[in-house]
């Protein structure tokens, strides 16, 4: 626990506490005059604030208890301790309601009792007002800070209780016109007022018991599931297949699954995550938030489609894509379009960073080589066998000799496929040399072999800065 949450903790078991020591007061003194005036509109007050007393001493071991920090067997928390304190609370109310309702009824309609009236019969209603007002406001305070849903449910007992001691009052003043006056419907007034307090501690028992109720059986909180849903929704994600959000005393758990597209870097899709977490709780503040992501679009072990997506998201162009298959080890060569302003040792930095995220995303590939080529210029995969190099390494020298641009090749590779040869290698070129300058040379070069060595189909040429 950390110190906010000690600090959250500790204001709440002193605000429950003064709650308990205003009941103890509250049902003593009620009691006491009940019995002496015989008033069953005091009496019904007493033993309201008698399970208030009750339902009061159990949200102050519940706000104590919910406070405790997850465990082995608690994983998610304590927190549901609160929703259960409240539903105690309801059923408890519901007891008094029940009691009184039928001493009501009795007195109304079968037994006669008379109620004295004087000046304690109003101080005891009075001086429940004014605690139950101060208390209600202190426990709302504290609620609201925290969310908590045991002291929201005191703070709305204790704030009803004050409309039902006016109930109380009038009936009291009902029964004091009536030994003035001799008016004797008024002396049925106390009752009345019994039968107004049950009713509208009813109404109160039926909105806490079904919020504790709701929360008890993970309702999500209205609202709540949408503003998840439309945060989750950061840069990155395809789509958001999934969130389920529950409650668990103050507490709120959030739960997120999201699409992202297929081939995605752990990082970058781990990146997505943390922003879609950040989002949702900037609408639940303090919500622990599980955020999964999977993979969608293309299917895995789909290269040549990888490929091309994987070079659109870093605004490059991929086309003629072929996958070789060797010996059990595959690689991958492919033409890949570049900005035409960029520099040769740029370019290669665009290719570096694309290969790596092929890599990454297939890590059994044993080789990539791509071509690098000005945007805007013009799959499959073959069984290959590599074949002798001599021939094309001998042309490739005349064509260095012929040439005044510093070249270096070197990593060539010539594999006989469907019929035909075909190259790969890489030209190491200056760095500064433009990509334009770049591609006239590789084209030259491509030109010079096809001219020289016969069943030549495909030449890709990677093309990179000098070291």
């Known amino acids: 626990m950390n110190a906010s949450q000690a600090a959250a903790a500790r204001e709440k ?66 927190g549901k301790i609160e929703n ?13 309601c029940a009691w009184i309702l039928w001493e009501s009824v009795e007195r109304l309609f079968f037994v006669d009792k008379e109620v004295a009236v004087n000046v304690w019969s109003f101080a005891v209603i009075f001086l429940s007002i004014g605690i139950d007002w101060s208390r209600s406001r202190a426990l709302k305070r504290v609620a609201d800070k925290y969310d908590s849903q045991a002291l929201e449910a005191d703070a709305l007992h204790f704030s009803t209780d004050i409309w039902s001691s ?50 008890l059986l993970d309702t999500a909180p209205a609202g709540m599931q949408e503003k998840v849903l439309a945060a989750a929704r950061v840069p990155g994600v395809l789509e958001v297949r999934k969130a389920r959000v529950r409650k668990a005393g103050a507490e709120v758990f959030a739960d997120v699954t999201l699409a992202v597209p297929q081939g995605t870097l752990f990082e970058a899709a781990h990146a997505t995550a943390d922003r879609a977490e950040a989002a949702v709780r900037a609408v639940l503040p303090n919500a622990d938030v599980v955020v999964h992501v999977e993979p969608d679009g293309v299917v895995p072990g789909e290269l040549t489609a990888a490929a091309r997506i994987l070079a659109a998201r870093r605004g490059l162009g991929a086309h003629a894509v072929r996958v070789y298959e060797e010996e059990g080890k595959r690689s991958v060569e492919l033409h890949l379009e570049v900005a035409e302003d960029l520099s040769v040792s740029e370019a290669h930095a665009e290719a570096d ?20 080529e000005p945007a805007g210029e013009a799959a499959a995969t073959k069984k290959a066998e590599t074949v002798g190099e001599a021939r094309v390494q001998d042309e490739l020298l005349e064509f260095c000799k012929r040439q005044h641009v510093p070249a270096n090749l070197h990593d060539l590779k010539v594999r006989l496929s469907g019929g035909e040869l075909s190259v790969s290698m890489h030209c190491a070129l200056d760095a500064a040399t433009g990509i334009r300058d770049a591609h006239d ?25 000098k070291h």
């Not at 995220?357 to 990539?368: I, K, M, T, Y």
């Not at 040379?441 to 001219?451: A, G, Y």
């Open 13 to 78: 078991q002193s605000v429950a506490i003064s709650s308990v020591a205003a009941a103890v007061v509250l049902t003593g003194t009620k009691l006491g005059i009940g019995l002496w005036t015989n008033s069953l509109g005091i009496l019904s007050e007493a033993a309201h604030s008698g399970l208030d007393l009750v339902a009061a001493a159990v949200t102050c071991w519940a706000v104590h208890a919910s406070a405790k920090p997850a465990d082995d067997t608690h994983t998610y928390g304590h």
């Open 441 to 465: 040379f590789t084209e030259q070069l491509e030109k010079h072999l096809r001219e020289r060595v016969s069943g030549l189909g495909r030449v890709l040429i990677h093309v990179e800065p």
């Open 166 to 215: 006016c109930v109380v009052l009038l009936g009291l003043f009902g029964v004091l016109i009536a030994h003035r006056t001799g008016a004797s419907w008024l002396v049925k007034a106390d009752a009345v007022a019994a039968l107004g307090v049950a009713l509208i501690v009813l109404k109160v028992c039926w909105a806490l018991g079904k919020k504790s109720v709701d929360d």
């Open 353 to 372: 960073a694309f290969e790596e995220d092929l890599r990454s995303s297939f890590p059994a590939l044993e080789n990539v080589v791509t071509h690098l």
């Open 84 to 96: 259960i304190s409240a539903l105690f609370e309801t059923l408890l109310l519901v007891v008094t």
